[in-house]
């Protein structure tokens, strides 16, 4: 276990709960006041993959010893723990499904204390199925009460959700971050991109690439071989290609969303990092109004909402 | 080295040249009579990514001598042996290119006896940059001298080549066979699909996943996710994940190439195998008359009519 763990915050402070982000190759931790802010964490790399063979509740249990928290300190869990696969199912909310009534939905794990999972969302349709856990968690924490409008939340599945008056409609998610990364690792394209942490948030080929992919929105499959071949004919660079093959996933991606939910128009985006960069700019392009907020704390704000619904009389 | 080899016809037919066929990852090569007959084959893996170790005229040697073919006999290769990083360079012939000049292209390798490398075709142009290297010697077997039409050759890369008049005037290459590999082997949707090698030519998920593909052609990279999520919400069944991505992928290919070079009309397919009969099926459903040519003996045949333009006199 390789954890960061800040000092928890000496004074007058008690902990209230302990919010849990755990996904799919990581795990994050909050001791939280009872005013939802964030006393000390506790970060990991132990996500659900990991817990698999080790079980779950040791490795909560060594967080909790990480973040000094009280012994019986209520725990609020989002992410991958509540899957079919993880620590114990929380079966998904189906849409149409109300933000402020997640913390319904919740199951109980464990033997000691008050250990909560967070259930995601499901779109049980058969033309559009479609699943999310985790970013259900985030929604709640960006939104505010009675929040309607399109929201983006970029990432290895990206998604687009359509909230009504607080309650998620509908929703899509694209392969595009983990396109990216099999495409670089695994096919031809591994010789026409440099891997680099120094992709340029923004950058001419990055451009190009999202307006080749919103002139031929159909011919992805096409455009990434193009990629290899315009390299093998002088026509462009190795050292562009990554920052290209990113705007032609990026732009494919938001050319079938603006098919999906009409035309451009506001948009909040959940910015972390460069991708966020990366979605602002692109999103520009494509005419949208952006709201960015910062995503980096976004799940945490969403379990301290659905804690103090849970718990609220308690803190 | 492993090799099938056929034993070479006894009698009186002489061997004229030898025609190799050097592809990424394979090799295959036969003793061919003044005719353009096969008498004898030797076919191993010491492609072009397997030579650039040991070097490509010492495999050559080998399977001549396997081939039992005369000392100094000529020899006329096509495929990977003439890129950048093959044997020797055969500079691309740009589009519009004859197929029934591409014998004047070829350059000359090796220090012993008459050996040649037939050149690849590019379409050197900025916006739709493509590139071919031995699917233009397939070409130049599987078609008559001026002929006109649309040509599909499914595979790894799959090639729409759009020929005049026996010259070859626009292509497109589509990533469809390593796209269907990749995401199989190395993506979230391993856990969508099995690996077997019993998927069959036709199925209703195959023609499902060619359907959602013409009806959303803009969508590939949300249905792949789908694909993931209808079997969380079971909607749809693991073991028709391998044909329903087949399905979609080749839809997304057929549907960008009917924009390209407009709407379902009569199409020659080069068919080997089952991807052959998946690709029959796909075309048929989207209007096409196609015209099947099987595409097993497609590169001998287009080596032995341009051997036949090189050393004709001397046969």
């Known amino acids: 276990m390789s954890a960061a ?13 302990v919010a849990v982000d755990w996904g799919t190759s990581s795990f994050r931790g909050w001791l939280m006041s009872p ?6 964490e506790s970060r990991g790399a132990e996500g659900m993959l990991h817990c698999v063979n080790t079980g779950f509740a040791p490795v909560l249990a060594d967080h909790l010893a990480r973040l000094r928290a009280p012994a019986g300190i209520p725990v609020l869990i ?9 620590w114990s199912e929380a079966p998904y909310l189906k849409t149409p499904a109300r933000l402020d009534a997640l913390h319904e939905g919740a ?6 204390g008050d250990i909560r999972i967070l259930p995601g969302i499901a779109q049980a349709r058969a033309d559009r199925p479609d699943v999310m856990r985790g970013e259900e968690t985030q929604l709640l924490g960006v939104t505010e009460a009675g929040f309607s409008g399109l929201v983006c939340i970029p990432g290895t599945h990206s998604k687009w959700i359509r909230i009504e008056a607080g309650e998620v409609v509908e929703f899509s998610t694209y ?10 690792q695994h096919s031809i394209l591994a010789y026409a991109v440099e891997t680099t942490d120094r992709l340029p948030a923004d950058s001419e080929p990055f451009r190009d690439g999202v307006a080749t992919a919103l002139a031929a929105p159909t011919g992805l499959t096409a455009s990434l071989f193009r990629l290899r071949a315009a390299q093998l004919l002088d026509f462009q660079q190795r050292t562009d290609g990554s920052a290209r093959l990113s705007g032609l996933l990026i732009g494919t991606e938001i050319s079938d969303a603006m098919r999906q939910y009409g035309p451009a128009k506001s948009l909040r985006l959940l910015r972390a990092g460069r991708l966020g960069q990366l979605y602002e700019t692109a999103l520009g392009e494509c005419g949208f109004a952006v709201d960015a907020v910062d995503a980096d704390d976004a799940s945490r704000r969403g379990l301290a909402k659905a804690a103090i619904n849970i718990w609220g009389r308690q803190f």
């Open 107 to 112: 199951i109980q794990v464990g033997s000691h």
């Open 175 to 184: 392969m595009t971050g983990e396109l990216f990364a099999v495409l670089s």
């Open 78 to 86: 989002c992410g991958m723990a509540g899957a079919r696969q993880g």
């Open 35 to 40: 005013a939802g802010e964030a006393l000390a």
């Open 5 to 17: 763990i800040a000092a928890p915050a000496s004074g007058a402070v008690p902990a209230a709960f």
